[in-house]
Every structure is written in C-alpha cells, then in structure tokens.
C-alpha cells in the first residue's frame, strides 16, 4: 500500500514535469514538479529499486533543474540588427552573444524586452541581471551601472530625407528637428547640436524614421548599423556627411557585481578569442 502510493507519486510528479517540460509552462511550475520528482526518486532509491526508464526521466529533469538557473537580460529589441522581434522570438547580434555567454555559464537565458530608457533603471533595481541593447559605454551611464569589455564598435550617422540639400552633416543641423529615440546617445548628441527645444523623442528609432518620412523632423541621428537597416528599407532616406563619433557597446551590470562582470569579462575574451563574436557579427552586418 505505501509503496503502491509512492510509486503513483513518483509517477504524477513525472507525469507533471513531462507535460509542463512539453508545453513550455512557467519555470516555476516546471522547477516544483522537478524538485518533487527528485525528492521522491531518492526515497525511492533507498528502498526499492527503480524502474529505470523512471530513473532516466528523473535525472533528466534533475540535470535541467542544477543547470546553474535563469539570467535575464533587459533589451529594447526595435534596434535591428542588434535586437528585433522575428515573430515571437527576440533575434540579433545580441540575443546570440548573449546566449553563447548563457551557455559558457551554463545557465538558461531569459530577455525581458522594454523601452530603451527603462533599462539602465532595470539593471540598477535588480529586475535584470545584466542590460545588453546595443549600448554605448558612457561617463554618465557609468555613474549608475558598471560595464563589461566592450564587444562592438559603432558610430552615430545622420538621416534625412533623399532630396535634403540643406543638412549635409553635424555642422549644419543647427535650427532643424533632429529626431531620436529617447535616452540614447542620438538624442544626448542631438541635444548637444541643436538645443532641446530641437530635439524630438520617441519611443523607438522606427517611429522616428516615420515621422521623418512625413517630414514632421529634417533629420534622425542614431547608430551606424540601424540606420543602415533603415536606409536599405526606405529608399526615400539617404545618410548625411560622414559618421560623427566612435562608440563603444558592451554590457552593463549593477553597480558592484564583479562576480557577475568577472565572468561575462571571461566569457566575451573566449568569444572573442575563438571568433564566435565576429560570426555572429558578420551573420547580421555583412561585409560592403
Ligand atoms: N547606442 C545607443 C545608446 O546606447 C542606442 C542604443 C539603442 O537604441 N538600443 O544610447
């Protein structure tokens, strides 16, 4: 009889992390049914012997569970090529670096996606783990947040529309309506050139780009990769004068994480070293 009982509790456990595992259900759910499977076998394994394709389910869902847990990454993915939705799924250089990265440290990957200014904020209260959104180091970031290496190049470039003679780069923005997405190193630089009251924001660098398609702004000013996507989309756009800076993207942690800087410092060098990240790069910015 107890043992009969026991043999049906092994089995619902199973059956549970086999179903959830199967649909994809909450992790917690999964983790709950795995633990109780896993409690169970080791009662199990001391008093009577297993039926070994039982045996085989549970070390499975037990190898899943110590796998080293979850890391989440905040991102704003509407910056194509670095992070895009491609139906349901979060694709782009940064998703497979960061995974590569997830898999060196044997823990899964989970990417929270948010507005571009809600992610330094996110990283700071612990909401995420580490923020990697095509983001420039900067000094005043870096008053909030601590940065890895950096693992990328860019530099920011103007758009405007195809038939503009009139802004033909930095110098001569001054009294137009320069577009950004909000908080980002195009929007600080434009409100640098061009005073705020110049200065348009939005919510990503798509609706800026729509609403200079409209006219609504003479100019959008964002990084060198996206504004290629762009200009490869909209052949009513062209980029104006030459790229204006170098920027420099790597990943932010909270302030004093060295724990958790340390091995994404370690796994971006062996990533570099073997060439993974030049891979991934070139998969999305093919070479002119
Ligand atoms: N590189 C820019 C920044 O860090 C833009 C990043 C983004 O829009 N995802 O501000």
Excluded at 127 to 148: L, P
Excluded at 236 to 250: F, T
Aim: hydrophobic residues 40%; aromatic residues 4%; proline residues 2%.
């Amino acid at each position: 009889m107890k043992m009969m009982k026991k043999a049906a509790a092994v089995l619902t456990a199973m059956t549970m992390a086999a179903v959830l595992g199967a649909c994809g259900s909450s992790e917690e759910a999964e983790t709950t049914a795995a633990t109780n499977a896993e409690t169970v076998t080791e009662a199990e394994t001391q008093e009577e012997a297993a039926d070994t394709e039982e045996e085989t389910t549970a070390e499975a869902a037990e190898a899943e569970e110590s796998a080293g847990g979850v890391i989440v990454m905040g991102t704003n993915a509407e910056f194509e090529p670095w992070e895009f939705h491609d139906g349901d799924d979060i694709v782009g250089i940064d998703p497979e670096i960061a995974q590569a990265i997830a898999d060196k440290m044997g823990m899964e990957l989970q990417i929270e996606d948010m507005a571009f200014d809600a992610i330094i904020p996110s990283v700071v209260s612990g909401k995420c783990d580490f923020a990697m959104a095509g983001m420039t180091v900067t000094d005043e970031r870096k008053v909030s947040v601590d940065f890895t290496d950096t693992y990328a190049e860019s530099s920011l470039v103007l758009l405007v529309q195809a038939d503009n003679t009139e802004i033909t780069g930095s110098d001569s923005l001054a009294d137009h309506k320069v577009g950004a997405q909000t908080g980002t190193t195009g929007d600080l630089t434009a409100t640098e050139l061009v005073g705020d009251e110049n200065v348009e924001r939005y919510n990503s660098f798509f609706e800026a780009v729509q609403s200079l398609k409209q006219g609504k702004i003479d100019a959008v000013l964002l990084d060198s990769a996206p504004a290629k996507v762009f200009l490869a989309q909209n052949e009513d756009l062209k980029q104006a004068g030459e790229p204006m800076n170098k920027e420099e993207y790597a990943i932010a942690v909270q302030k004093g994480n060295t724990e958790l800087l340390d091995q994404l410092n370690q796994a971006i060098d062996e990533l570099q070293e073997d060439g993974t990240i030049d891979e991934i790069m070139n998969k999305y910015i093919p070479a002119e």
